[in-house]
């Protein structure tokens, strides 16, 4: 038996390792489902960013010679009441939803996050404080509560932004909350408190980094809902103003011209639906990667 | 039991009074006197100063804040929740008109969910991996992922314009028009179910799987219980907590989704009346209508919390 041969023994004799890395990607990419939501992520990413090479036409330049048209070889989705291209505005409009989808994600969850991870920590009163001022938000339901702060700031992006943040600040404060409070009886935190680390470096430390997978999932899912709650609030019409192109208001605007051309109407939902889809599963996909114990929680 | 629902009581009162404050703070910090903003929707010009501050004090607005909210609440606690600044009307019988309207719907659109999505979850739960539990679930990833207005428009396009099956737009008391009224709620409260049947399917389909590993099942089998009772009283009753969360909360988003359905088909319920409130700024409707559907919210967040004790005895003593 020769030396190299006793090696190849040995391993086999523990399960190969693979890195937590390949792991998660392995998982990840395992279902046919968000291998797709990813390619369309990534797909409506580059639209947005590159769309004025994609777009045939300008996606607000007013043509009433040739308003109304029914989709033809020059307008693939024909054309709406103002003579605009369907296909040019619907490839525009994923700048507003991924951009407002982003931003106010990332304002909603950071501060959910720091009213959670202070409410989770101190405990008390500062919890029951920062707990029920969350319960009655939560109490306005979403869509009532981002309309009304989106109407009364009066319309525009940084509004439609705020509105929708505020939003979502209750759903990232609880779980940030729950998953501190799990966390906090650690050994880990004790050994922190026992070296002399201050209140802040164990919450951004010790505590925020465990907290990620959890409200990495919970970032994704909600940025599906933030989309599809702007467009809901463009098509009511407090979102970003005309003559910005927006699926939820091209949505309502096609709605008269419904039996000439349902396409008007009926493409930018399209839009929304497939990039709320692919936030989705990715999002599933990141759970049963990261922490399949997460399935039923979010 | 009696101090988990004292508790529970106190709990959402408190919740409540803060919703209320939100609220009164809410339209009092608007950028806008509403004064002005009523005198300029009535096309009233050349307003003298004296009718302004004669018009502040009619409204309240000339007193401290705490003042005005203490009033507020009091009035509304003695059935007024003031009037409408543009329809002259009390807002008590606006809500009155609306309320039974978006109650209608959205009950409907409740049971239906709730029988559908139980129905799909045991199924899709039972024949894991099959083709049906594969439908079901794409479905409900569908469901979730579908903006509620454009299924409206699409659902209109195709039952209304190109079928023409079913009424595009409007509402009829079922009491007046039983056939009628049927017929014009169909498509909105289809529009107002497919979220709340996506979310209470995978409710159903994960818990079901989660009791249905459990001894007490297997027991339940072995002893040769037939597979309805085994399903409905072992596992279905053991599963229902969850279920019932979820269900109660859909309160809150059938009344989000009704503001978006009322506006597609036109249907004069609770979610268009603050439509056309807010984006006439007409801010006591507003403020009336918030308190009123937080109220509600809370109040039935509340009966879902107290029939755990129902459906779960063991929560009694925590």
Known sequence: ?298 | MARYILLRLLHGFIVIIIVSIFVFLMMRLLPGDPVLLYLDRAAIVNVEPETLEKLRAEFGLDKPLIVQYLNWINDILHGDLGTSLFQRLAISSIIKQSFPITAHLGILSLLISSIVAITAGIISALKRGSWLDTLVTSLTNIGVSAPIFWLGILLIYLFGVHLKWLPIYGYTSPFENLWLSTKQVIMPVVCLSVISISFITRQTRSSILEIIKNDYVRTAWAKGLNERTVITRHVLKNSLIPIATLIGLQVSSIISGSVLVETVFNIPGVGRMMVNALFSHDYPIVQGGVLLIATFVIVMNLLVDISYGWLDPRIRYT
């Open chain 1, 1 to 298: 038996m020769t030396i190299k041969h006793e090696i190849e023994m040995k391993y086999e004799e523990t399960p190969p390792r693979i890195s937590e890395t390949r792991r998660f990607l392995k998982v990840f990419f395992s279902r046919k489902v968000v291998v797709f939501g990813s390619i369309v992520i990534l797909a409506m990413i580059l639209t947005a960013i590159f769309a004025p090479l994609i777009a045939p036409y300008e996606p607000e330049r007013i043509d009433m010679a040739n308003r109304l048209l029914q989709p033809n070889e020059e307008h693939w989705l024909g054309t709406d009441f103002h003579g605009r291209d369907t296909l040019s505005r619907v490839i525009f409009g994923s700048r507003v939803s991924l951009l407002i989808g982003i931003v106010a994600v990332s304002f909603g969850a950071a501060l959910g996050m720091g009213l959670g991870l202070t409410a989770g920590y101190i405990g008390g009163y500062i919890n029951a404080i920062i707990m029920r001022l969350m319960d009655a938000l939560m109490a306005f339901p979403g869509l009532l509560l981002t309309l009304i702060i989106a109407t009364m700031l009066g319309s525009g992006l940084r509004n439609v932004i705020i509105a929708l943040s505020i939003g979502m600040v209750p759903m990232f404060a609880r779980l940030t909350r729950g998953q501190v409070i799990s966390l906090i009886e650690n050994d880990y935190i004790l050994a922190g408190r026992a070296m002399g680390a201050s209140s802040l470096r164990i919450m951004l430390v010790h505590l925020l980094p465990n907290c990620f997978p959890v409200l990495i999932v919970a970032v994704t899912m909600m940025l599906g809902m933030t989309i599809l709650a702007e467009a809901g609030l463009s098509f009511l019409g407090a979102g970003v103003p005309p003559p910005t192109p927006a699926w939820g208001a091209m949505v309502s605007d096609g709605y008269r011209d419904l039996s000439t051309n349902p396409a008007l109407s009926l493409a930018p939902g399209v839009a929304v639906m497939l990039l709320v889809f692919a936030f989705n599963m990715v999002g599933d996909g990141l759970r049963d990667a990261l922490d399949p114990r997460l399935r039923g929680i979010l």
